[in-house]
Structures are given as structure tokens and as C-alpha cells.
């Protein structure tokens, strides 16, 4: 493993905030490899947290690059198609990074032409755990968890 430099993991933490991947960025010579990073991020706490902000930055200029694409179907250097394609990549990566801000959020209960019961941050595993504890419910009469 590379020895610990802060300049470089600031350097690191920066391009990663501008939108590249870790990677990617892994991949220039002068760079650690992605492991190296990885150990170095869980090493320190403090480091964590940068590194976790930068993540959170990466979303938003992932999220940013949608309005770019959008400009490059507009001017006919890209395909529609294509374009929706990326889109959607972008989109699912900044839901990912920054679920809170740009995840899915799951509405429950209520009728189509009525507002939701309850609306709240879910991720796919909480949804299926909560239609699971309802089967359940219904099958032996306690009520969900």
C-alpha cells in the first residue's frame, strides 16, 4: 500500500467532487490504486468524512451532466436515444450516491385519485421487508412490524 499523503487524498476527494470516478482517477500513473484508497478512507475518520462529501459532490455533478446532455440533443450532437440512455445512467448513479436528494421516494397507501397516506425515503430492500411483514400480518393475524 502507498503511503498516506493528505495533498494527494485532498486531490482525490476533488477531481471525485468534479464528477470523476474513483476509477477512473485511479487509473492516471500518479495515482494510488482504488484499494489503497479504500484503506485510506477507512483508516481515519476524519478521512471518511471527506471522502463521503465528495461522494455527495460527485452527485450533483453527476446530476449536472444531465442539463449538459440535454444541451447536446438540442444542438444535434447527440441522439435522443443515446441521450436518454445516459440520462437514465446519471440519474440512477447520483440516486445512489445521494439517495436522499436524488433517490426514489415510495408513496404507500391511498387511492389513485387521492394524495398519499404516507410518503417517505425507502430503499428497494425496506420496501420488500415492509410487503413482506404485511403478508405476514394477513397470514397470522398480528399486526406488521
Known sequence: MAEFSQ????????????????RKICADPDMPNITTVWKWKEADEARGKQYAHAREAQADAQFERIGDTVDKVETGLLEPQQARTMI???????????????????AIGGADDLPPIKTQ??????VIAARLAAIKSRNTGEPDA
Open 7 to 22: 495533498a494527494l487524498f485532498d486531490r482525490i476527494c476533488e477531481r471525485m467532487a468534479q464528477g470523476e470516478t474513483l
Open 88 to 106: 437514465d445512467a446519471l440519474k440512477w448513479t447520483a440516486g445512489k450516491l445521494r439517495p436522499k436528494v436524488y433517490g426514489d421516494k415510495v
Open 121 to 126: 425515503d425507502m430503499s428497494a430492500a425496506d
